[in-house]
């Protein structure tokens, strides 16, 4: 089982930016679909970005476009989300998430998960 393990967040003022870490203990997931997913307090997940690993082809939510980017490091299996311009409701606990067969934005269809990391964004 692919096991994943998110670090990054923290405590940032509107305006700023954060870097989230999302590590993979497997070179499988260079075969996978990757995506990043955000849940905030009396909220349902919702779909931030995603990556297709092997060709690096990306999707994002309307929200965070032009703010968020999602990359990856084939070398370290880790994949990124950079988060600029952040602001008061980005706060929530992100995901990152992976799929051997699923490219979308349905957190259903991701078998695995990582244990999120808190995004706090004050204004």
């Known amino acids: 089982q692919v096991q994943l393990v998110e670090s990054g967040g923290g405590l940032v003022q509107a305006g700023g930016s954060l870097r989230l870490s999302c590590a993979a203990s497997t070179r499988t997931i260079s075969r996978s679909y990757m995506a990043w997913f955000r849940q905030a307090p009396g909220k349902e997940r919702e779909f931030v970005a995603r990556?297709?690993?092997?060709?690096?082809?990306?999707e994002y939510a309307d929200f965070v476009k032009g703010r968020f980017t999602i990359s990856r490091d084939n070398a370290k299996n880790t994949v990124y989300l950079q988060m600029n311009s952040l602001k008061p409701e980005d706060t929530a606990i992100y995901y990152c998430a992976a799929s051997l067969n699923y490219y979308g934005d349905l957190p259903a269809r991701y078998p695995y998960w990582g244990q999120g990391t808190q995004v706090t964004v004050s204004s």
């Open positions: 990556i297709r690993w092997s060709v690096s082809v990306t």
